[in-house]
């Protein structure tokens, strides 16, 4: 198994934080098998929240608006339509799709914003910018859900 240079690792530690340990497990798991999907409960059950929790904020709005562009569509087209059950089998693979994929697309996040701040900042602050970068954010996994609850309730005005 390839390992990683100890600098690097002490950057992915610091910038995850505490669950480092489960995806570092699940990034060595990924590169065992050159497969870019392992499973994450809470990357599945949370999706957008999740994303957003990992500070993944532009993959979780996106997701926010796909959400709520489905809204859109189902409303326009009618319950008749039977765009309905198409609109929730989609949303079902695209939470299982978040499940599958979504530690390597953390992994992906996580490198390019610990190379964006290596370039931007000296030795002596790296560590610091990568700890208040990296982690997570409870605050803006509710954020989120508020503006998907928000999005929800302006349609529903809306239309009645």
């Known amino acids: ?17 505490n669950k480092y340990d489960y995806f570092q497990r ?4 990924s590169e065992q098998t050159g497969s870019k999907q392992s499973w994450n409960w809470a990357a599945f059950l949370g999706s957008y929240a999740w994303m957003a929790y990992r500070k993944m904020y532009l993959q979780s709005g996106i997701l926010v608006g796909v959400l709520i ?13 039977g765009v309905s059950s198409l609109i929730t089998f989609f949303n079902i693979g695209l939470f ?9 697309w953390y992994k992906r996040h996580v490198e390019k914003r ?7 900042c000296s ?12 982690g997570t954010s409870m605050a803006a996994a509710v954020a989120i859900t508020v503006t998907l609850l928000g999005g929800w309730a302006a349609i ?3 239309i009645s």
């Open 69 to 81: 562009l489905e809204t859109i569509v189902e409303v326009l087209l009618g319950p008749r339509s």
């Open 123 to 134: 030795a002596e602050r790296a560590e610091a910018e990568l700890a208040r970068a990296g």
């Open 96 to 104: 299982v799709g978040v499940g599958f994929r979504g530690n390597h």
């Open 156 to 158: 529903a005005a809306l």
């Open 26 to 29: 699940k990034w060595a798991l």
């Open 114 to 120: 610990i190379q964006d701040i290596l370039s931007q």
């Open 1 to 17: 198994m390839p390992q990683t240079p100890p600098s690097d690792e002490s950057n992915l530690r610091i910038f995850v934080g």
